[in-house]
């Protein structure tokens, strides 16, 4: 039985293992999936854990999962004044295999819960950390926390991944934790809003994809406050969820927070904005196509969500000028550019080439080792709407854009 996780608006997605299998003696598994985006990992005593990622799973037989031999990623964790720390738990919170191929190509990423649950570790009483099994030449971005410390904000470096498998001498830095306080109002009158939800988006000049370490959501007075901040630079955004369009938009209110500090009084201000009504249709024949994962940003990170039945995305946005990219299973990607005014709705319609016909996938691959062999090994199946994977489509699209 398998379902899908809902991502949160503005960030990146959690991946939930939905199904699990062992492959049988020739190292076959098979899965039945629906369309959409799907991660396979692989766990065999003796082998690094590996996994497979498809933006959009093929029909019938793939490429084999190959597991490479195991290797480590250790290294120490400790405080602001150098000293170790006891109890810190460790774990990969991005990591990526590019076997033999390039970044202008599709890695296989492993993001969030799911490579968590795969490598993680806690520090000895040196504050030292060893996490078993990781896949020789792969890389990893790590996080660290303990009560009331979280990892520097330094260390957080998206797709800027910082280890490398077999590495020894990684160090961590936890700091106390800081804590963010404030409302969400209306611009015009003051009133307060509750139910809104609050997202500390890290400022990172570098490019990379950052996970937000944070969240929370407004009381019934508008107040909320985001405990366990690492200290560091933050965009705060206040998101509403009503369907199938948000009543309010905010801007992005930059904050900025020491270690140990509670950064109070801070106002977040909604208002109506504008609206773009997206239709997507197939360039040939002009039809609606439903279940379109479409990104839109400006200067900060993307807002997804996707088509309906009809073809047709919403999004409410503060005035200024947009770039729209869309991304579906077996079409390329396509963009366009939209205009957002205060009090007005703009009607923008994106062209995709017709995707493949057939709604329903079936995964059928063979599970090997480097050296080959038969054996039996646990396989899961990891599913996520693919809003996921258009979102890192659109941040390495913006990175290729940024080079030239």
């Known amino acids: 039985m398998f379902s899908f996780s809902q991502p949160r608006r503005r960030r990146l997605a959690e991946i939930e293992s939905k199904q699990f299998k ?7 598994y098979e899965f039945s999936v629906p369309c959409g985006a799907v991660i396979v990992t692989a766990k065999k005593t003796g082998f690094g854990s590996g996994w497979k990622t498809w933006q959009s799973a093929p029909m019938g037989v793939v490429d084999p999962l190959v597991l490479a031999p195991p290797s480590i990623l250790a290294g120490m964790v400790a405080d602001e004044n150098g000293q170790p720390v006891t109890n810190a738990l460790v774990s990969v919170s991005a990591a990526a295999d590019k076997g033999k191929g390039e970044w202008t190509k599709q890695p296989n990423f492993l993001f969030g819960k799911a490579a968590k649950d795969l490598f993680s570790a806690s520090t000895a009483a040196d504050g030292h950390f060893r996490i078993l099994n990781f896949p020789t ?44 306080e404030g409302k969400v109002v209306l611009r015009d009158s003051g009133a307060p809003l509750a139910n809104a939800q609050i997202q500390l988006e890290p400022v990172n000049p570098g490019g990379g994809i950052s996970i937000s370490p944070a969240s929370a959501q407004s009381a019934a007075d508008g107040t909320f406050r985001v405990p366990e901040v690492p200290a560091g630079s933050y965009r705060l955004i206040a998101a509403f969820t009503n369907q199938p369009i948000p009543s309010w938009v905010t801007e992005s209110v930059p904050v900025t927070v020491a270690t140990g500090e509670t950064l109070a009084n801070v106002k977040i201000e909604a208002f109506k904005g504008g609206v773009v009504e997206l239709t997507v249709v197939g360039k ?34 503060p005035p200024g000028q947009f770039t729209v990219v869309g991304t579906k299973q077996g079409m390329v990607q396509a963009q366009t550019q939209a205009t957002v005014a205060e009090g007005e709705t703009n009607r923008v319609k994106l062209e995709l080439e017709l995707p493949a016909p057939g709604s329903d996938l079936r995964v059928v691959a063979k599970t090997t080792a480097a050296p080959q062999g038969q054996y039996h090994k646990k396989v899961a199946l990891l599913l996520q709407t ?11 699209w913006m990175a290729r854009k940024r080079k030239r």
Not at 153 to 166: D, E, I, K, P, V
């Open 22 to 28: 062992a492959s049988d003696t020739n190292g076959a």
């Open 137 to 180: 030449g792969a890389q990893a971005t790590l996080d660290a926390s303990a009560p009331g410390r979280a990892l520097r904000m330094g260390g957080r470096s998206g797709l800027q991944f910082q280890a490398q498998a077999g590495q020894e001498d990684i160090k961590l830095i936890v700091d106390p934790t800081a804590s963010i």
């Open 284 to 317: 040939n024949d002009q039809k609606f196509i439903p279940n379109v994962t479409v990104s839109v940003y400006s200067q900060g990170n993307p807002m997804s969500g996707s088509t309906g039945p009809e073809g047709i995305v919403w999004f409410r946005l």
């Open 386 to 396: 693919i809003v996921f994977f258009g979102i890192i489509g659109v941040f390495f």
